[in-house]
């Protein structure tokens, strides 16, 4: 055959023939050289010697089906099929050429009834005549296989499969295909019967899916891995696509487990991603009354409402959960938000209102605070400010709220005496030193500021927000030699903040920047700052590609920064398409960001608390620089 071979390459293909022809006379019992020879010559001279092949091998099965290949007309293929089933009539790939060269069902019929006779342990055969067959017919074809061949667990399934196609339940049939081949020996592993529901839902059959996910789910399982083992079962079929699969594993995980929320919520996490608005509500509603005290279950469903359009009814589910969680602070500030963005602001103010007295928590006297705030209702929230001080004096956010509604004011003097009250009742605030410096700053303060930073920085060591406030005072205050001592410090004391490492390479020289970055990613490799001053660097010196995957590295190391989302924007917009900004800004809103250093002085500005994340991402990139 290599001698054949070498001679085709070389052009030579009558020698390449002779070669071959005296290898099958030398060989006259070996398959795979007469296949050689078949291929080396025309179909005439192929038909001679193949028929020569099956006259020294006549059992091989592989030979014959060439020779019925070689045939290029279906009667000359169906005689030559004959001829070799009568020689090999045990062998199944015969009986499917066969059964493949008929157009008539009824003679496909009646070639395969006689192939489970010569070969009735061949699950194959018995599937492919079933599939032929009526109704009834097909039943008893498989009734018979199942008696047959014991241990196939293909035939049960097919079993299940026609009694969907008719439109009945086949539950019946896996519980009985389970407990059969449990007794003959047959029996899946739980792994392998999961992996054929999956198969079954990708065929179609998806209540055949469902039944054997059914019968098999707590097969060799102790309770206690039972609910992680479902969980991680239904992810496995999310994966693979097979979200029916999932579904039936989690419908069935609660019922076994009725008041889980985990598994409620994974079940509603597909319906939200896979399903539809009906489907979503109907197990959020569901959910809801088997865990009624589950807070995000019926913060889910009010949003989902909303999101329709439906507030009225998003208005009553949340009433609904009050009754079931009545202290609970989050549905309080839900229905609050709820009644905020549709402009109904009495009806927020009463809910508050009660709220306060029924909540009573930090968050709820800080929300009722600033929306008096929002609506220029300052003595309402001056009110509020002291007496939620009275409650809560060691709750910063009060201390920093009053200060800075006596700034709107213009009442300096008392905004500082807040600020200094606020940093003696909780001296660990960092927020409030640094409001409190630049009180002082804004008002030509200069040496008080830093005298405040200092104490600052003694009451809150390690500190690196207080290490950068310090830094850019002095550099506000063109005491450039003075800036970089702090940063010295502020690098010892601090030498794996991202934020310090970030500010210190924008103090350097552009042509130092680049060792201050490698600098800093040794230190703080994964820090969003410092990955988002790479970044930028990048930008500068026109390495757009580059710049784009750290602006993602900076993103994916912590989606919680705002300002990383926002530079990120402004490259967007001079370098990406409109598609890609849209996208980008998509993938902002649904990270909800909350903190960096430019974010929050957006966020949080009393005239931005009706923008949505897209309008505060945009007003953030205007103003980073």
Known sequence: MS?????????????????????????PTNEDIWIEAVGLNNVQTGKLIIAEAVRHIPSSVRLWLQAIKLETDIESKKRVTRKAIDIIPHSVKLWKEAVNLEDDPENAKILLARATELIPLSTELWLALARLETYENAKKILNKAQNTIKTSYEIWVAAARLEEQQGNDPDRVIVNACRRLQQNGGMLTREQWLAEAEKSEKDGGTKTAKAIIKAVLDQDLEEENKESAWINDAENAISHECFECAREIYAYGLKIFPKNEVLWKKAISIEKLHGNSESLQIILEKAVEACPQA??????????????GDIQGARDILERSFSHNPNSEEIWLAAVK??????????????????????NTERIWTKSITFERQFNNTDIALQLVNDALLLFPKYDKFWMMKGQIYEDLGKIEQARETYQM??????????LWILLSKLEENTNRIVIARGVLDRARLACPQTPELWVESVKLELRANNINQAKSNMAKALQECSTSGLVWSEAVWMEPR??????????????????Y??????????????????????????????DIGDTWAWYYKFSLQHESVEAQQSLILECVAAEPLHGVVWPTVSKNIQNFRLSIEEILKKVAEKIS
């Not at 001698?3 to 030398?26: P, W, Y």
């Not at 709820?338 to 909540?359: M, P, S």
């Not at 010196?541 to 994916?556: D, G």
């Open 511 to 528: 042509s130092q920047r680049k060792t201050r970055s490698a600098d800093a990613l040794r230190k703080c490799e994964d820090d969003p």
């Open 3 to 27: 001698a054949a071979r070498i001679e085709v390459v070389a052009g030579k293909l009558q020698q390449a023939r002779n070669i071959i022809a005296k290898g099958c006379e030398k060989c």
């Open 422 to 431: 606020g940093t003696k009742s909780v001296p660990k605030s960092f927020p």
């Open 530 to 559: 410092i990955l988002t001053t790479v970044a930028r660097m990048m930008w500068n010196e026109r390495k757009i590609s580059k710049a784009k995957i750290w602006f993602q590295r900076a993103i994916k190391s912590n989606p």
């Open 338 to 359: 709820l009644e905020y963005n549709n402009n109904e602001n009495d009806r927020a103010r009463a809910l508050l209102k009660v709220a306060r007295q029924e909540a």
């Open 295 to 308: 807070e995000v279950i019926w913060l889910m469903y009010a949003k989902e409402k909303k999101n329709l």
